[in-house]
């Protein structure tokens, strides 16, 4: 017997269990020559067997299957698989008597009943194992997460302490990321700014060594992390740590990112020019940018050449009435002048900081009293979040309410942190402002007097103000307070001491303060729930500027079609991949989807309106494509799929009808006649099956079973003067539907978000303690209830309309198509669609087929059914025009079944055509 020995570690990095496999085929080796084994070769894998998919795995199972080996030699079942799937396999192997003989030197085993069962459960224990460990592994980081610890690897600014196990600052990088945020906080960088400033500070791609990507910074900015708290699993959980900026800092960056929406785009070019004052002006009349460009002069009489520099406007409207070009010395002269006015002396910058150290000492004590007041929310907020836990885990409020409400406590007790913080801090942010102010101030005067620093000024000028306009060769701008204020002192360098503007400089101090308190007011950090984080699915696409996900006008269509398709129970996931290439749907290497994709595609409860997020679900904000009826639908074919058999024929109306003596089903077979003439036809006849007994009907033929349909089916033909008129009616009551139900789905949905409101109050109430738990039970269920109605009116209303409508439409569509199907010779597949929708309780009774009409066709057959419909509907019937019997003054909407609407709408055209011969 010849054995293959397979030898596998657990882990495809090389710089682990590197002796693993090597000790394995050493002892394999001792064990096949102890045992006279003969190994015929060694397969070796560094791969884990949780899941299947492993190459070498599955060229050992081929091997097997095609006789090269009879046996194999393995360290432990566990090297063999730790999946049911692989398992499975080998006992199958097993079972069949391809695989003979498994051999382990640490576990014993012999091909039998009893062998093969002790063999699964170490196949299954192996499993277990795997399962147990990952569950371990979740449990731990879940339990870490709560205790304050990340559980990862260290964000930027942080390193891993491998002796405490915990994550602390990189006293380096950590002031890089701290600067980071304070600078785009200002709202004057952008991406890709701070992208070449953390690669100029050392902080790079960890594998390439580039500048980061403008998706890696943004998602640095949006990580709380950095300020002390750690999002896990859409939950904020308060970290250990030390935090590197404030709640305030993080806040403002992220209205930055808001105001700027999901922009990506490469790296900014290397400039050839590097011109002081692009990127600063702007036209004045048409609002495009100013651009600069160089021209030499060439003097002939000292034979020097000297190049200028003139700015214009980059005219991409060509109806710019900018004048001509502006030298930069012309610029350069301007902007002094504005950076003159803004400079101060030496003797207000001494006695501005005398009055900082007073406002200081006077801060201090106003921040006690503050920080009190702050620690006593804090302490209330933290009841309310012990509170909030108790009534979770008594089951009195819903998990999606405690996420919800504890996010938002977490939010606050944030903000009440970074605000007590702020408060105790020896240097306060206004501080740090007010000092930068002085500090600018002063330079003012130096930079006004410095030569040839075109870029200072524009440096300055960025600092100092904005929205700086080129009109006519004449800047405008806009200062910044408290700026504007040491303008209008027209060059306060020029001043005494005593003459310093006290009143400018506390409003300066005023408008720090009141800045910092309206932003945090008004920038609180908002979770999110409900939205998709990732790529979206097939049949969405990413809305980069509201960061939602939005149906894709196009493939959503697709998308539903291929649910449909499969919900009938004719297709597989093969021919759904079919259909997709055949629209135009491929893979990313422009391939046919793959089978496995198909498959989650149709098990995906996103396109229910439904979010699947680590086993949770969660309620999405976007719209979904299909129904909740369609998707089980789809699910019970899924589960019941079988890779359907071949049997040779296509029979059209299999499964049509019943036999009328019996009750047994109809069955088809085929029958080749051979002639003279060399040529040998097939036929198609029906019978019944004669399950059930003796049976005395005979066989007919395909041929007189489709005459008889098409006879059917011309007994509700309707003319096309019919069809246009109802369609007309159609399209004046969908308007009038669409009207009422944007008016009562307003009104609904008005109801609805009051009712939210009330919810939110009424946990405010009961984490305040003010109702009892039994009061807020009680009326906790009652608004549910009411919210869930109210859910259920708007999407009532919404499809309320085209629930008859929709129908209806379809009705007089294939009413009108059934004559071109009755004319089809040979198209036997449109004729067994038509009547199988049209009619019902077919029963073949003596080659002769009964059957009745349903609802609607019932109708039309009373009153088309003639023995001559073409004669009876012609043309000329509807020549003559009688405003009082017309179809059009038939109000559609009303009607409650489309019974009662097509016998009106008939009636009223049967009388009009007998009015009219």
């Not at 192996?126 to 964000?155: E, F």
């Amino acid at each position: 017997m010849k054995y293959i020995a397979y030898a596998r570690k657990s882990t495809d990095e090389k710089d682990k269990q590197v002796l693993s496999i090597d000790n394995q085929i050493s002892e394999l080796k001792e064990f096949a020559l102890r045992e006279n084994l003969e190994i015929v070769d060694f397969l070796t894998e560094a791969q884990s067997a949780k899941v299947t998919g492993r190459p070498v795995f599955n060229s050992l199972v081929k091997r097997i299957e095609k006789g090269e080996a009879q046996g194999i030699v393995s360290w432990n079942p566990d090297r063999i698989a730790r999946n049911s799937i692989d398992g499975g396999k080998i006992i199958y192997l097993l079972d069949t008597g391809e695989l003979q003989s498994l051999k382990f030197p640490t576990h014993w085993f012999e091909n039998t009943p009893q062998g093969r069962f002790m063999l699964s459960i170490a196949f299954g224990q192996a499993k277990y194992y795997v399962d147990n460990l990952s569950q371990n592994v979740h449990r731990g980081l879940k339990y870490k997460i709560k205790m304050g610890v990340w559980p990862a690897l260290a964000p930027w600014g942080y390193k891993n302490d491998r002796n405490l196990k915990t994550v602390v600052l990189d006293p380096v990088k950590a002031n890089v990321i701290k600067k980071a945020f304070e600078l785009y906080a200002t709202g004057k960088y952008t991406l890709h700014d701070m992208c070449m400033y953390f690669y100029e500070n050392g902080i790079r791609e960890r594998k390439s060594g580039d500048p980061p990507e403008t998706g890696t910074v943004r998602d640095v900015f949006k990580r709380p992390f950095y300020y002390g708290y750690m999002l896990y699993n859409g939950e904020l959980y308060k970290g250990t740590h030390t935090p590197i900026i404030t709640k305030d800092t993080f806040d403002k960056v992220q209205e930055i990112i808001k105001q700027r929406g999901w922009f990506h785009s490469k790296l900014y070019r290397k400039k050839t020019y590097d011109f002081a004052f692009t990127g600063l002006l702007k036209c004045h009349y048409c609002k495009y940018s100013i651009t600069a460009e160089q021209r030499p002069f060439f003097f002939p009489r000292t034979n020097n050449k000297i190049i200028y520099i003139y700015y214009h406007c980059t005219k991409k409207d060509k109806k710019c009435f900018q004048k001509g070009y502006t030298r930069e010395e012309i610029l350069e002269v301007q902007f002094r002048e504005m950076i003159s006015s803004l400079s101060v002396s030496e003797a207000w910058v001494d006695q501005m900081n005398k009055f900082l150290v007073q406002d200081i000492e006077s801060q201090k004590s106003v921040d006690k009293i503050s920080s009190s007041r702050l620690e006593t929310e804090i302490s209330q907020t933290e009841q309310k979040l012990d509170t909030l836990l108790e009534a979770y885990l008594d089951t009195v409020i819903d998990s999606e309410s405690y996420v919800k409400k504890k996010n938002e406590l977490m939010e606050r007790k944030a903000n009440l942190v970074s605000k007590q913080k702020e408060l105790t801090s020896d240097n306060p942010n206004w501080i740090e402002g007010v000092q930068n102010y002085i500090t600018c101030a002063q330079k003012c005067a130096k930079i006004a007097r410095a030569e040839n620093n075109c870029h200072d000024l524009a440096d300055m000028a960025k600092k100092v103000g904005s929205k700086y306009f080129l009109k006519d060769k004449k800047i405008e701008f806009c200062l910044y307070f408290p700026y504007n204020l040491l303008a209008a002192n027209g060059g306060a360098a020029s001043f005494p001491a005593q003459f310093v503007p006290t009143l400018a400089f506390s409003q300066s101090k005023y408008y720090i303060d009141n800045l910092s308190e309206n932003v945090k007011r008004g920038m609180k950090h908002k979770v999110r729930i409900g939205v998709w984080p990732v790529q979206a699915p097939l049949g969405y696409l990413n809305d980069k500027l509201t960061k939602t996900i939005i149906v894709d006008p196009v493939r959503h269509k697709i998308i539903k079609k291929c649910f449909e398709m499969f919900a009938t129970g004719k297709h597989s996931f093969t021919s759904i991949s079919d259909y997709l290439f055949s629209v135009g749907v491929k893979s990313r290497s422009d391939k046919k989807t793959k089978v496995d994709t198909i498959k989650r595609m149709l098990c995906s409860r996103f396109y229910l309106g439904i979010l699947n997020y680590k086993g949770e679900l969660h309620k999405g904000i976007h719209k979904p494509i299909i129904s909740k009826t369609l998707f089980d639908l789809t699910q019970k074919q899924i589960s019941r799929f079988e890779r359907p058999r071949y049997n040779g024929h296509d029979f059209p109306f299999i499964g049509l009808a019943r036999c009328g003596e019996c009750g047994g089903a109809i069955t088809a077979e085929s029958h080749s006649r051979k002639y003279k003439n060399g040529n040998s036809p097939t036929f198609i006849y029906y019978r019944c099956t004669k399950k059930f007994g003796k049976c005395s009907q005979k066989y007919i033929s395909q041929n007189n079973l489709a005459k008889q349909l098409r006879k059917s089916v011309r007994s509700v033909v309707i003319p096309d003067q019919w069809k246009e008129k109802w369609l007309k009616l159609l399209e004046k009551d969908k308007e009038q539907e669409s009207v009422k139900a944007k008016e009562n789905t307003a009104l609904t949905e008005t109801e609805l978000q009051t009712t939210e409101i009330k919810l939110s109050k009424l946990l405010d109430t009961y984490l305040d303690g003010v109702v009892n738990e039994e009061d807020y039970k009680k009326k906790k269920n009652e608004l549910f209830n009411t919210k869930l109605n109210l859910q259920e009116q708007i999407e009532k209303i919404k499809q309320q309309g085209s629930s008859w409508l929709e129908p209806l439409e379809h009705f007089i569509m294939s009413a009108f198509q059934a004559q071109k199907i009755a004319q089809e010779k040979n198209e036997y597949q449109n004729l067994s669609d038509f009547v199988r929708s049209a009619c019902s309780n077919f029963f073949l009774t003596d080659q002769h087929l009964q059957f009745s009409y349903n609802l609607g066709y019932s109708t039309l057959f009373s009153v088309c059914g003639s023995p001559h419909p073409a004669t009876y509907l012609s043309e000329k019937s509807f020549s003559v025009s009688h405003e009082g019997l017309e179809p059009s003054t038939i109000t559609l909407r009303g009607y409650r079944s489309t019974i009662e609407l097509v016998a009106l709408i008939i009636n009223t055209s049967v009388l009009y055509i007998i009015w009219s011969k």
